[in-house]
């Protein structure tokens, strides 16, 4: 399994009480679906994961599921800082249209390199799909090196990284020193023209929830090598991408998804609604990438 160009870190909407709301979790697939979304990411960061109950969790990842009927690959975030308990969890997913997990570097415990690669190792035996390593240092407190990178990609059930560090140095030493078939995604929307410049496989976009379709033009243009595109591209997104996190991820994205009309803004505590000056610079920005569309 290779899985290509523009991956979806997918929100979970809310209703004003709290509930998940599938009808909009419906419309944002379908957004994706037909807006140039190559692969879906459910429970991950950008899903609130944390807030979700485990009964909620698979709920959700079912429903995407059906409502995806096979048109996108589907990964699916299952991590934790208790290797034992994750392999143990791992193991008892309904793998019905999974086609793979991404797991992220234990947080909190801060390992050494040698604690992440006997970690990871563990996972990707017990792991019954291939895994997708996932290195948000700024999340988890420590950093995966690129040299760990390259020790987990050789075993045959991992299949690729998420790269979030934000340091192009290390992700250049890992994709030059990576196995054939070990890919390699941008986990920051503000490095993905660089990272596939570089040669990266794509992107795991918070953006893509709100703009697949300008999200993927821009991977594109940098996977073919039409980097002025894909240099105007991205600056023609980068005010939008500032402010989605200006207040937390996924607060901005929910914000501009609600000014699409896809779904509310709501988030569950300990994150709260984008303010109302964020909304009023998001919806300036917007509007003038609409006029800059036309």
Not at 30 to 52: I, K, M, N, R, S
Not at 81 to 89: D, M, W
Not at 129 to 135: D, E, M, S
Not at 225 to 237: K, R, S
């Amino acid at each position: 399994m290779k899985l290509q160009g523009l991956g979806v870190a997918l929100i979970t909407p809310f209703h004003g009480d709290g509930k998940v709301d599938f009808p909009a979790l419906q419309r944002m697939v379908e957004h994706l679906a037909t807006g140039g979304c190559d692969f879906l990411v459910v429970l991950g960061t950008t899903a609130e994961t944390p807030t979700l109950s485990p009964d909620e969790q698979r709920s959700v990842v079912d429903f995407v599921v059906e409502v995806n009927a096979n048109r996108m690959p589907i990964v699916v975030g299952v991590s934790g800082n208790n290797t034992l308990e994750l392999c143990a969890r791992i193991r008892t997913w309904d793998l019905e249209g999974i086609d793979a997990f991404l797991v992220a570097s234990p947080a909190y415990n801060k390992p050494s390199q040698l604690g992440i690669v006997m970690h990871f190792n563990a996972v990707a035996e017990a792991a019954p799909r291939p895994i997708v390593l996932y290195n948000v240092p700024g999340r988890t407190a420590s950093n995966m090196t690129a040299l760990t990178t390259i020790e987990l990609a050789q075993h045959e059930n991992v299949c690729g990284i998420k790269e979030a560090s934000g340091d192009l140095g290390q992700i250049g030493l890992i994709l030059s020193q990576r196995p054939k078939d070990f890919a390699v995604w941008s986990g920051d929307d503000a490095l993905a023209m660089p990272t596939v410049s570089m040669g990266a496989e794509g992107v795991i976009s918070v953006m893509g929830n709100a703009y697949p379709a300008e999200m993927s033009r821009m991977i594109q243009q940098a996977a073919f090598g039409q980097i002025q595109e894909a240099q105007n591209t991205h600056q023609a997104l980068t005010p939008i991408m500032d402010l989605l996190f200006a207040e937390g991820n996924p607060v901005g994205v929910k914000v501009a998804l609600q000014h699409l009309g896809i779904c509310e803004a709501y988030v569950r505590l300990p994150l709260v609604e984008g303010s109302k000056d964020l909304a009023d610079k998001l919806y300036k920005a917007i509007a003038d990438l609409e006029i800059a569309s036309v």
